[in-house]
């Protein structure tokens, strides 16, 4: 790696200033970051994913929406490299790549936070930002630049106070630690983020703050992939909503064109019922 | 990556205000609050564990007064080496959230392989010997480490295998040597000998102290000077100095000890080596533990290792080279051990030692779930075992008393070990 890892080099308030493990900064807001184009995946006889073609923009919150079993998880699977694939092009910044292992996906910038998966209970907060990616002082622990580079990221992300930076982890809140995790796919140099329900397990004020979260990632160009169960959560973050029907892209459109209703309907039938003179892009983009 | 040179003065020169996370303890008091949290999120510190051993102290004194005497506390130091030094052992596997049952007879071929090689009738000298015997363990562990990590098979069992098998290797080695008669090698290298029965003399005892100290004190000062220049909160000074004071307090009363002459007849003091090399085994895996990125990893397997191995750490490496650090250091507590009883024999029970090595980790405060632990709770958790050994001989409690009254302690320590852990987790 070439550029400087700290999300801290980056700018606060621009969010467009250099950043991303290719050197060349964010695309600026609005800009087709990642491409899908007919991405297919059985297991066995169940199609899990049919034709999916989907763009995911920078600076722009994509919510996937679909009920159980509809492929959410499938999907990203794909993008993250943890399950590719059987067949479909992915393009990033307008090149093809392969993301056939998590390395890949997190080499072009695509980090993915899973709850509970990501942080060590039993490390602090700075000990868990840079696990795997320590910094050195005569081949020694450099603890006072990695702390200095926590308190910048966590700053950066004007994440909920904690109570010192130095406490372990296992006594944060449910949304701390999503935002410590959130922090720490970052200060990889993530030009992708995905969430996978990330209120799941949160109470109300959790909630929150780990979508205030996701909006600050937006402002600052970040593309972000959120997967989530709870309409109001998604109509709050989303720009966008991707509606996943029994492996299909059902549809997507910018959040305005959507209502509780129709989305429900969408999510339930696959269709949008008896308005067809509304019917949103179901077979492709239409940003706005 | 690369590597980042980022002045400090600009990172310092954040202002405190845009920076929520990470608030100062500058002040006692505020320390002393944070203290409090550690202790109720379960992570006590060694403060209680301390609390134990000086009750345990005062209960053995009252009990008999020979208990603290200069000898009688000397010979504690020299008896609980061996424990304190396998404790060490333990801690690298227990961390892991493994264990390592086989560290008994691992000390005990190694002990086996340097005083044979050290013995007549053809005697290498001390220290190949020594190299050959740390090899020996460094490569038992190393085996068992494969086991587990490439064939993915518990430590449990690999281990217990390893407890039945080294037994019988060492039987072998004992009883088919030119070195050894009758199941028996004895010392015969004066070095050897002189790890356990050999002393600093007085005037070294205190030189070596004081170093020490200082080097501490050093140490631990310039840390939380380095800490304020980059605008970072630090442990207030009165705190820090107050530790340098403890250790220099502690330091002296050993050397005090030591050199008072405890001698029959003829006058015999001074600190025994294997106090100073304790001491080196437990800085330098300390260093190792909390310094380097190795330590860093083994705690981050130890908590969660599916997020260890998403940060791209090799899990198989860490665990494996954890075995053999384990197995080395089990060596090296053979060889104390043998120093210490002038001989290696077939009655070595490894079998007890290794539960013994256990005890003193988890008594002092290491985790058996993995992830929580220091090498210190090897070292305080030893010292107790052997003192509850050493008190409960000069009392005359029988044997079966001994083995329970231990046992109690271990299951008390285990106790709080699983209690404390629950309550790490119930403040989410
Ligand atoms: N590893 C797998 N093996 C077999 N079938 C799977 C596997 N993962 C997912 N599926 C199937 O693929 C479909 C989509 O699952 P998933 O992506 O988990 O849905 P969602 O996350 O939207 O609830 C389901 O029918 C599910 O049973
Ligand atoms: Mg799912």
Redesign the interface.
Known sequence: MTTDALPGARPAPAGRAPAGATGAGLLPAGAPLLELRAINKSFGSVRALTDIDLVITAGEVTALVGDNGAGKSTLIKAIAGISPPDSGEMLWRGKPVHVSHPKDASALGIATVYQDLALCDNLDIVQNLYLGRERLHLRTLDETTMELGAKRALADLSVVTVRSIRQLVASLSGGQRQAVAVAKAVMGNAELVILDEPTAALGVSQTRQVLDLIKRLADKGIAVIVISHNLRDVFEVANRIAVLYLGRLAGVAPAAEFDTQTAVEMITTGTRGARPDTKVAADGEKDA | ??K?V?P?ET??A?DAG??????P?ETLGQYAH?WW?QVR???SGILPVLGGLVLLVVIFQLLNSNFLTPANLTNLMTQGAPYVILGFAEVFVLLLGEIDLSIGYVAGIAATVTLQLAAYPNPTPWWLAVLAGLAAAAALGFVQGLLITKLGLPSFVVTLAGLLGFEGVMLYLLNNNAASSGGTVSITNNILSDIVNGNLSNIVGWVVMAACVALAGLFFWSRDQ??RR????ATPAGLTLLKIVAMGVAGIVIVVICNTDRGRGAPFSGVPWVVPITLVILVGWT?LLS???YG?YV??I???A???R????NLARIRTSAFVLSGLTAGAAGIVYASELGSVSTSVDGGTLVLDAVAAAVIGGTSLFG??GKMLHALIGGVIIAAIANGMGLLGVSAPAQYMITALVLLAAVVVDALSRRG??A??
């Open positions: 990556m690369s980042t980022r400090l990172a310092a954040l845009e920076v929520p996370a990470g608030a303890a944070g949290t999120s379960g992570q380095r800490r980059a605008g970072l909160s260093f310094r380097t990125r860093r705690y981050a130890g908590g969660n599916e997020a260890a998403r940060a791209g750490i992830g929580r790490s987790t403040t989410r």
